[in-house]
T-cell receptor, first 113, second 115 residues
Framework: NAGVTQTPKFRILKIGQSMTLQCAQD?????MYWYRQDPGMGLKLIYY???????DKGEVPNGYNVSRSTTEDFPLRLELAAPSQTSVYFC????????????FGNGTRLTVT | AQTVTQSQPEMSVQEAETVTLSCTYD???????LFWYKQPPSRQMILVIR??????QNATENRFSVNFQKAAKSFSLKISDSQLGDAAMYFC????????????FGKGTKLTVNP
């Protein structure tokens, strides 16, 4: 079982460049999430989706965009990368049933210089 | 909005001993879920234990148990017989019942296990 797969694992961007972080899950989960993790700050929600075609902003959405055209995929787009976007990014999914946990990908470490 | 507070940025424990990590949360809801996640140096987020607010019985998973005090809005994690592999960041998380099911995380506690 692959679970939640994130690519790439590492990336270095120059200021102003754009990129897409890929996320795919094979558990048929309706709910998907993007979090960022900064040192000493826990995980903060960027965007989430409760199903294909439905997305919504989380706590820190500025500078990012998402789309959800299929149940399996939930890519995160960074436009005009800034140093403040240097972080570790996690994608997660959930079935949404009562106490079902979030299943996380292994993260992408992004550095913007 | 709900908030989760982990007041111990770092903790340490001797191998084979017991340690308790603290977590408090703020909510006006009566039904919700609480989780502890472990993040080792590999960066992977691993579910340790979960608790449903409507259940009075504290959850237990092998050497991991929680002390859930609903009235005090407290959800501490106890690790018994600590092992070197328990060394990691530990995150407490809150989830509302229904809606988007998103988790709200605390800032984490770094646990060191000394041999």
């Amino acid at each position: 079982n692959a679970g939640v797969t994130q690519t790439p694992k590492f990336r270095i961007l120059k200021i102003g460049q754009s990129m897409t972080l890929q996320c795919a899950q094979d558990m048929n989960h309706n709910y998907m999430y993007w979090y960022r993790q900064d040192p000493g700050m826990g995980l903060k929600l960027i965007y989430y989706s409760v199903g294909a075609g439905i997305t919504d902003k989380g706590e820190v959405p500025n500078g990012y965009n998402v789309s959800r055209s299929t149940t399996e995929d939930f890519p995160l787009r960074l436009e005009l990368a800034a140093p403040s976007q240097t972080s570790v990014y996690f994608c997660a999914s959930s079935s949404g049933y009562r106490n079902s946990p979030l299943h996380f990908g292994n993260g992408t470490r992004l550095t913007v210089t | 909005a709900q908030t989760v507070t982990q007041s111990q940025p770092e903790m340490s424990v001797q191998e084979a001993e017991t340690v308790t990590l603290s977590c408090t949360y703020d909510t006006s809801e009566s039904d919700y879920y609480l989780f502890w996640y472990k993040q080792p140096p590999s960066r992977q987020m691993i579910l340790v234990i979960r608790q449903e607010a409507y259940k009075q019985q504290n959850a237990t998973e092998n050497r991991f148990s929680v002390n859930f005090q609903k009235a005090a809005k407290s959800f501490s994690l106890k690790i018994s017989d600590s092992q070197l592999g328990d060394a990691a960041m530990y995150f407490c998380a809150y989830r509302s019942q229904g809606g988007s099911e998103k988790l709200v995380f605390g800032k984490g506690t770094k646990l060191t296990v000394n041999p």
